[in-house]
């Protein structure tokens, strides 16, 4: 069973800063693109960003220039780092794994929380 574990959600007063980090199994992080998606309250899960094996970032347009996607390949960890937090970035976070043979796989979400 693949496990995509998240951790560092939290609370975060607006402006703030938040790192978050997911960790997966070897095989499925060394060839797939990583991602992150977020789901607010009554609204759909959207993308944030993504990042492919060889390192090619992607980011939805709403979150370019405040959040960065990275990944380190030698600890099997993807990280997203969110700064100048709105309270509309509040959402439960996920991390996702695509391998190129179809396959999606999703953590169990982390909560963050933007209010003062």
């Known amino acids: 069973q693949v496990q995509l574990v998240e951790s560092g959600g939290g609370l975060v007063q607006p402006g703030g800063s938040l790192r978050l980090s997911c960790t997966a199994s070897r095989l499925i992080f060394s060839i797939s693109t990583m991602g992150w998606y977020r789901q607010a309250p009554g609204k759909e899960r959207e993308l944030v960003a993504t990042i492919a094996s060889g390192g090619s970032a992607n980011y939805a347009d709403s979150m370019k220039g405040r959040f960065t996607i990275s990944r380190d390949n030698a600890e099997n960890t993807v990280y997203l780092q969110m700064s100048s937090l709105k309270p509309e970035d509040t959402a439960v976070y996920y991390c996702?794994?695509?391998?190129?043979?179809?396959?999606?796989?999703w953590g169990q979400g982390t909560q963050v929380t933007v209010s003062s």
């Open positions: 996702n794994a695509a391998t190129p043979f179809g396959a999606i796989y």
